[in-house]
Each structure stands twice: as C-alpha cells, then as structure tokens.
C-alpha cells in the first residue's frame, strides 16, 4: 500500500500523472489484470478436455511470457472441486526428489530417512486408489518442465500405469518452453510422447490483440479510452517491438509511460517507444531495424508491393467506371458499389445520417429476414407458432451494440419512423462503427449512431433447435440434447472424447461457462438458445454476415 511518508523507497508515481489509480503495466502476476485472448481461452479449454478425458499427459507450451501463468490460474480456479492438485513449480530435481515433492503436495506419508524410489511409488499408488475410492480426481502439474532430465520424465510416464481397470489414476499436466516439445520428440521419450492427450502452442498475441491488451490494463488501472495514451500507430509499434509477448508488451509500455511522465508529455508517440526499447531490450532492437541485406530485401519487396497496388488500383478504377451505378433507395444521387469481394463490407454503399431508406415496414423486413434463413415460403410472422420449418426466433432486448455485434450474424431490429409509425431494419453484419443493412434492393453501411436514434432496443434472431430441444439444459440434465452439446464442444475444441455422454456433468458445464465468458455471454454454464447459436455460428452452421449477403444476392436475382 503507498505509504505517502517513505517516498525515498518508492519509484516514481508516473500513473497518477496520466490519471491512473495504479501501474498497469508491472509483470508480477495479478488476478484482476487477467487477459484472455481467443488463443489463451483455446488453450483452457484443450487443457480442461486434458482433464476431464481422465488420464495420460496433458502438453502447454510457449515462449517465455506469453502467458502461460495466467492459463495455469485459470486452470486450477476451474478444477472440480473433487479435484486435488500437486504443484511442482521447481523441476529440477532427480527422480527421488521429484516423487517425494508430489507426495509432500498431496500430504502421502512416506519414510523419512533416504526413502526409494519403490517406497515413493508404492505410497502414491495407495494414496491414488484410496483417491478414486472416495470420488476424488489427482492432478499433477510441473511448471518449466524443459527442464526436466530424461531419467525423471521416463519416471513420471511410469507414473501413469498406476491404474484401474476403467482409468487412470493420475493426470499430469506439462508446462514449458517450446524447447520441451523438441524434447518429447526425442526418439528415447516416444512412449511417453505417444500418451499426450490433449497439447496446444500457446502463439504471442497479434497486432489487434496487443491494442486490446493494452487498453484492458489501461482500463483496469482506471483509465478508460487507452487510444488518446497509446494511438494506434503506437501500438502497432509496441508489438513490432515485442513480437506480441505480453510479459515484454508490459515492460515496454511501462517504461513508454515513465518516458512520457519525465518529458510532461500527455501520451506516448514512437520516438518514447524507441526509447524505452532501447532501455528495456538493449540496442539490438532499436526501432526494429534490420541488417543491410535483410533491409535490402525488404525495400525491394516494398517496392514490388508498389508497383502492383498501382497496376491493380488502375485496373479497379477501370472496373468501376466501366461499371452502370447502383442508386440506392430514396436517394436520387447514384451511390457506386465497389465491385464485389468475399467481403460483406465491400458490398455496401455508405449512407449518411439523413437518408433512412432501411427503415422498413414490418411486414416487408419479416419477409427479407425470413429468406435470409431459409428457402421455405415466406410467412405472415418469423415468430408465429404456426411455422412448421422447425425455424424458432429470439427475441430479446439490449441497451448497447455489444450483445449483437459479437454475434456475427443477422439480426431483426426494432425500429421507430421519424412520425412514430413502427419499422424495422434487417441488419446482416456490423462492423465497428456502422451496420450493412437492407435498403430496398440494396444493401447499404450505416452509422450505428444513426440506427441508434431509431432503434426501440428490441431484436429478434432466428435460428434452427436440434431435434429433441424442449428448452435450456445444465447441470444434472439428461437428454439427447445434452450429447449433442458435448459432441459439438469436441469438435469445435478438435477433442476425439466428449466431456459427458447423456448427463450434463460438471467438466461439461465448466467448459460452457467458458465458452460464455469468451463470446460475451452470461457465463452461467447453461445451455440455452443464445449459447447453442454462438456454439453453431462457430461450428459454421447458422447464417453469418458473408452467407446472408450470398443468400440476399440470389433472392435478389431471382425476384
């Protein structure tokens, strides 16, 4: 805690110069500054299938920093509690040494004078079968392990063969650097290379997920909008300068600020970036600058890159003025279409604030939605009981974009005409500031602040139940639902072995609450219709913002 009276011991308060409550950016571990990218919440879920497949080894590596710590935290805060867990977090130790730390953790009495390697296994192995006795899962987990010998990891495979009949009694779970997985690759350590069920890289986060780091830290420490402190040509060049490591991300952004709060300055720009490479990572990294040869490469490349945006930015202009404008609705100003890519966004005209041609009748939207979905006849109310299709909808009310944009995904809003008659607008995909949306015929990009000043904040989904579907399932449930449930988390997570069979178990519901947490929904760990959609959007089952476009082109050509 500050201790305002002993400011000769303390560092420099920099963060209360940028209106921070704390440092953001220190590399000690802590709970509350917990970041999960998509690559960190992957390699959870492949370590929690690890457990709950019920034996054999479990693999996590990646380089120093990436992370891995934080996955550790995470891991055990979501082990059943019928779980115990024996941590050994210094591996360089022989095999006699390694076997009495796991015994030391799991509270195994043993002899105390100069025990054997015998006498340490037989005592686990009782401990073990009085454990699966009693209903209780044992988990063993060593951190850093590149650095165990050859002898001790042929020790711990052995460890594995303390069995029942239906399952292992112990799960050990692998932690190091990419350097173990070249290890376990030796042909001496084949065997137990062949008994990792479950093993993921973790990969350094990418130029997007190193903004959003960043201001997630900034934010935790009580700043809100990170992009007035770092802009994004700053970041960008804070993961050049750090491959994206979060452990070099925090160093380098901390001396960034400690630079800027020497200097005055309000926010931190490239050369305080430089700079602080220069302290934190030594000269070597200046500005990532590269050798002549490889520099000689890169400007020949960079060049070459040139020369063909010229020739095909030539050959896109020639397209669009050989091709007839597209006007867009209630607009007597032609609006031209860039021509057609794999991309949503690129077919869509933008449309300002005064022209509302997407505010539709009800009727007229039910019906484009409708067909956006499925090929059967249209009807009188997307959310009739009538439909026979299986088709059901959702509706549902939110108060900001967040609940709709992360759904990917077309989505029926509630609208209000500037007289105060109802509407509605069909939105196909959103992007960060603005929704392509129907327009009449056409399809058109729109402000969000512009929908937001006619949007009631009621929407629907549509969306296709399994067959057996009578409503949520959860803990304790069983059902075909449920089997089909856990089927898809195997596939989506690439796991041969699903979690639960008929009943939804508990390993089940922690990789639900999961899933929740990593798509913005209510982490709950029950399955309802919001859950199932996202879980079929990922699997590549319902309509996302690039299948609807298709869909509404044919529709379109066909009427």
């Given at each position: 805690?500050?201790?305002?009276?002993?400011?000769?011991?303390?560092?420099?308060?920099?963060?209360?110069?940028?209106?921070?409550?704390?440092?953001?950016?220190?590399?000690?571990?802590?709970?509350?500054?917990?970041?999960?990218?998509?690559?960190?919440?992957?390699?959870?879920?492949?370590?929690?299938?690890?457990?709950?497949?019920?034996?054999?080894?479990?693999?996590?590596?990646?380089?120093?920093?990436?992370?891995?710590?934080?996955?550790?935290?995470?891991?055990?805060?979501?082990?059943?509690?019928?779980?115990?867990?024996?941590?050994?977090?210094?591996?360089?130790?022989?095999?006699?040494?390694?076997?009495?730390?796991?015994?030391?953790?799991?509270?195994?009495?043993?002899?105390?004078?100069?025990?054997?390697?015998?006498?340490?296994?037989?005592?686990?192995?009782?401990?073990?079968?009085?454990?699966?006795?009693?209903?209780?899962?044992?988990?063993?987990?060593?951190?850093?392990?590149?650095?165990?010998?050859?002898?001790?990891?042929?020790?711990?495979?052995?460890?594995?063969?303390?069995?029942?009949?239906?399952?292992?009694?112990?799960?050990?779970?692998?932690?190091?650097?990419?350097?173990?997985?070249?290890?376990?690759?030796?042909?001496?350590?084949?065997?137990?290379?062949?008994?990792?069920?479950?093993?993921?890289?973790?990969?350094?986060?990418?130029?997007?997920?190193?903004?959003?780091?960043?201001?997630?830290?900034?934010?935790?420490?009580?700043?809100?909008?990170?992009?007035?402190?770092?802009?994004?040509?700053?970041?960008?060049?804070?993961?050049?300068?750090?491959?994206?490591?979060?452990?070099?991300?925090?160093?380098?952004?901390?001396?960034?600020?400690?630079?800027?709060?020497?200097?005055?300055?309000?926010?931190?720009?490239?050369?305080?970036?430089t700079d602080a490479a220069n302290e934190a990572f030594g000269a070597a990294q200046r500005s990532g600058r590269l050798p002549g040869t490889a520099m000689l490469a890169v400007t020949i490349m960079v060049l070459l890159g040139l020369v063909l945006v010229g020739l095909f930015y030539t050959q896109d202009r020639r397209m669009v003025?050989?091709?007839?404008?597209?006007?867009?609705?209630?607009?007597?100003?032609?609006?031209?279409?860039?021509?057609?890519?794999?991309?949503?966004?690129?077919?869509?005209?933008?449309?300002?604030?005064?022209?509302?041609?997407?505010?539709?009748?009800?009727?007229?939207?039910?019906?484009?939605?409708?067909?956006?979905?499925?090929?059967?006849?249209?009807?009188?109310?997307?959310?009739?009981?009538?439909?026979?299709?299986?088709?059901?909808?959702?509706?549902?009310?939110?108060?900001?974009?967040?609940?709709?944009?992360?759904?990917?995904?077309?989505?029926?809003?509630?609208?209000?005409?500037?007289?105060?008659?109802?509407?509605?607008?069909?939105?196909?995909?959103?992007?960060?500031?603005?929704?392509?949306?129907?327009?009449?015929?056409?399809?058109?990009?729109?402000?969000?602040?512009?929908?937001?000043?006619?949007?009631?904040?009621?929407?629907?989904?549509?969306?296709?139940?399994?067959?057996?579907?009578?409503?949520?399932?959860?803990?304790?449930?069983?059902?075909?639902?449920?089997?089909?449930?856990?089927?898809?988390?195997?596939?989506?997570?690439?796991?041969?072995?699903?979690?639960?069979?008929?009943?939804?178990?508990?390993?089940?519901?922690?990789?639900?609450?999961?899933?929740?947490?990593?798509?913005?929904?209510?982490?709950?760990?029950?399955?309802?219709?919001?859950?199932?959609?996202?879980?079929?959007?990922?699997?590549?089952?319902?309509?996302?913002?690039?299948?609807?476009?298709?869909?509404?082109?044919?529709?379109?050509?066909?009427?």
């Amino acid at each position: 805690m500050h201790n305002p009276g002993n400011a000769i011991d303390e560092p420099p308060m920099y963060y209360q110069h940028f209106g921070l409550a704390e440092a953001p950016f220190s590399i000690s571990v802590n709970p509350k500054y917990l970041f999960m990218s998509p690559r960190h919440r992957d390699a959870l879920a492949h370590l929690l299938y690890g457990v709950g497949s019920g034996g054999g080894f479990i693999l996590l590596t990646g380089e120093v920093g990436t992370g891995k710590t934080t996955i550790n935290r995470c891991l055990i805060a979501q082990l059943p509690e019928n779980t115990d867990l024996a941590i050994v977090l210094n591996p360089a130790l022989s095999a006699v040494e390694l076997l009495a730390t796991v015994c030391d953790e799991l509270d195994v009495d043993y002899p105390s004078s100069a025990p054997s390697l015998k006498q340490l296994t037989d005592a686990l192995h009782h401990f073990l079968l009085q454990n699966h006795s009693a209903g209780r899962r044992t988990v063993l987990m060593i951190d850093e392990a590149q650095h165990l010998d050859f002898d001790v990891l042929e020790q711990i495979r052995l460890l594995t063969n303390l069995e029942t009949d239906e399952q292992k009694l112990l799960q050990i779970i692998l932690i190091g650097q990419p350097e173990l997985t070249a290890k376990l690759g030796r042909p001496e350590l084949r065997q137990l290379n062949q008994r990792i069920t479950a093993r993921y890289e973790l990969r350094p986060l990418n130029p997007d997920e190193t903004g959003a780091y960043i201001a997630h830290r900034l934010s935790v420490a009580g700043l809100s909008g990170g992009e007035a402190l770092f802009p994004p040509s700053v970041v960008r060049q804070i993961h050049r300068q750090t491959d994206g490591i979060p452990r070099r991300i925090n160093l380098l952004c901390d001396r960034a600020l400690l630079g800027a709060y020497g200097r005055g300055a309000s926010r931190v720009d490239k050369r305080l970036v430089t700079d602080a490479a220069n302290e934190a990572f030594g000269a070597a990294q200046r500005s990532g600058r590269l050798p002549g040869t490889a520099m000689l490469a890169v400007t020949i490349m960079v060049l070459l890159g040139l020369v063909l945006v010229g020739l095909f930015y030539t050959q896109d202009r020639r397209m669009v003025s050989e091709s007839p404008p597209v006007s867009s609705p209630g607009n007597s100003n032609p609006v031209v279409v860039a021509p057609q890519t794999s991309s949503i966004a690129a077919d869509a005209a933008t449309v300002g604030p005064s022209i509302e041609p997407w505010l539709l009748p009800r009727a007229q939207a039910e019906s484009i939605f409708w067909q956006l979905h499925t090929d059967a006849p249209p009807v009188q109310d997307v959310c009739s009981e009538r439909i026979t299709t299986g088709m059901q909808c959702v509706r549902d009310r939110a108060s900001t974009w967040d609940a709709l944009r992360g759904a990917n995904r077309p989505v029926l809003l509630d609208m209000q005409t500037p007289d105060r008659f109802s509407a509605a607008t069909v939105v196909l995909a959103f992007h960060d500031d603005q929704a392509t949306v129907v327009a009449g015929d056409a399809l058109v990009r729109v402000a969000l602040v512009s929908l937001a000043s006619r949007w009631q904040g009621g929407y629907l989904w549509l969306w296709q139940p399994p067959e057996d579907w009578s409503g949520p399932v959860g803990l304790g449930d069983e059902s075909p639902v449920v089997t089909l449930v856990a089927r898809d988390f195997a596939e989506l997570d690439d796991q041969a072995t699903p979690l639960a069979e008929t009943r939804f178990n508990q390993r089940l519901e922690a990789r639900v609450r999961l899933f929740q947490r990593s798509e913005g929904l209510a982490a709950d760990g029950v399955v309802g219709a919001a859950t199932m959609m996202r879980l079929n959007q990922r699997l590549g089952r319902m309509a996302t913002g690039d299948l609807a476009r298709a869909r509404f082109e044919r529709v379109k050509g066909e009427g």
